[in-house]
């Protein structure tokens, strides 16, 4: 058993690192959504507010490349985009490029996931991705 956990952890640590991008990620970097919450019922027809949480790095705009930094990514409503490629820009890839750490958003009523992923100065997920847990909000 512990063979099969050691052979399935070193393949996904050589197929992360095999596919991630060049930027290295801060060792103990942690990114979460500090609001909404999981499970979170927000009010239709009005903007919300999302709020950024980063643990063991900083934030630095787009084309600012300093050790253990990169900026803020918010994917709402999708799969994580491949780790070695740019993040895609568009209305489910919201960039932060100057540097935020929130913002507001309006969503259409129904059940949203959202989650973050940190960029390099060049949008590129960092190696190894620093990613938030997906969480899930029903907008009424």
Not at 8 to 18: R, Y
Not at 52 to 69: H, I
Request: charged fraction near 20%; proline fraction near 11%; hydrophobic fraction near 40%.
């Amino acid at each position: 058993m512990a063979r099969a956990c050691a052979a399935a952890a070193f393949l996904l640590f050589s197929w992360t690192a095999a596919f991630a991008g060049d930027t290295p990620a801060a060792p103990h970097a942690y990114l979460y959504i500090g609001w909404p919450n999981n499970g979170e019922v927000v009010a239709a027809g009005k903007p919300f507010r999302v709020w950024f949480g980063l643990r063991d790095m900083g934030v630095a705009p787009k084309d600012v490349k300093l050790p253990n930094t990169g900026h803020h990514h918010l994917l709402i409503d999708v799969p994580l985009p491949p780790a070695d490629k740019e993040i895609p820009s568009d209305r489910n890839h919201l960039h932060f490029g100057a540097g935020e750490t929130e913002t507001m958003i309006e969503l259409p009523p129904g059940k949203h996931t959202l989650q973050l992923l940190m960029g390099d100065d060049k949008h590129v997920p960092h190696n190894p991705p620093i990613v938030s847990k997906k969480i899930t909000i029903t907008v009424k």
